[in-house]
């Protein structure tokens, strides 16, 4: 019996396949680092909502067209758009390209990849289908609608994405890879405006428009100066007070207290005459 050697590169390739895959194993806050995205031609894609079994159900299918050799869908009509899916009908390798679960397309917002935060699925709403965003189980999250078909029917119907959300491609490094994002730059409802009511922040009033901007800063006004009833004392001779008389605590004598009376007919006791005022 022929013995075959293990092959040793098996788990090199399962890694690598893990990443080309879509990266399912590696953690959200490891995915927004490890994964990059990168613009696709909107033009060559179309979103799906494929139906189910007898049709009460639908799956989200993305078909892309590689190359033109031959067409890989045709769409007609609208509200809804219905798709007739030729690459069923051939041989599509090499010409298109056909993305029909999680393992072919994931969610992404910004720089976070939520593939393994976020499911997507089709959901029956009225007379129209939902392309819905949901958290997985255990996870936490807003509900996000990406498109609408904007009506009902039988077979294929075309996806409008609502907007800000748009198709990108994973890449590793500088390489594509066979994965697609359903993009949005950023949370729906997310803006960097200041909310709706906040007060603005005062503007400061220049120095000149202050009023006493240049004299020291002051709650009180400056009194005004009242001038005096009683003569200043250089005009008055001053008399020597009383023996045992004396000013409480050398202040001078308060204004109800009458002043020693001086003759007239006595001279100052200085001997120097005062200067006119």
């Known amino acids: 019996m022929r013995h075959l050697r293990p092959n040793r590169t098996l788990p090199f390739l399962s890694a690598f396949g893990v990443l080309a895959m879509g990266g399912s194993l590696v953690p959200p806050h490891a995915q927004a680092a490890l ?29 892309e067209q590689i190359t033109d050799r031959r067409p890989c869908f045709a769409v007609s009509g609208a509200n809804p758009a219905r798709v007739d899916p030729l690459l069923g009908t051939f041989d599509f390798t090499g010409i298109c390209t056909r993305y029909i679960d999680a393992n072919g397309y994931s969610l992404r917002v910004g720089e976070t990849d939520l593939g393994t935060v976020y499911r997507i699925s089709v959901v029956r709403s009225g007379n129209d289908n939902i392309l819905l965003a949901t958290p997985h189980r255990g996870k936490t999250g807003p509900e996000m609608i990406i498109a609408r078909t904007n009506g009902q029917g039988a077979g294929f119907l075309q996806f409008t994405p609502k907007p800000g959300w748009r198709l990108m491609r994973r890449q590793f490094g500088t390489r594509a890879l066979g994965h697609l994002y359903i993009y949005r730059d950023e949370w729906p409802g997310a803006s960097t405006a200041a909310p709706a009511g ?80």
């Open 35 to 63: 994964f990059g995205a990168r613009e696709v031609a909107q033009e060559r894609f179309v979103l799906v909502a494929a139906p189910i079994g007898d049709g009460t159900r639908a799956q989200l299918n993305i078909y």
């Open 198 to 277: 906040t007060p603005a922040a005062p503007s400061p009033t220049p120095a000149a428009e202050v009023p006493g901007s240049n004299a020291p800063q002051s709650t009180t006004a400056p009194s005004r100066s009242t001038p005096s009833t009683t003569a200043p004392a250089a005009k008055t001779p001053r008399t020597p007070a009383p023996a045992g008389a004396a000013a409480p605590n050398g202040s001078a004598p308060a204004a109800t207290a009458a002043p020693t009376a001086v003759p007239a007919s006595v001279p100052p006791t200085s001997t120097t005459t005062p200067r006119p005022q």
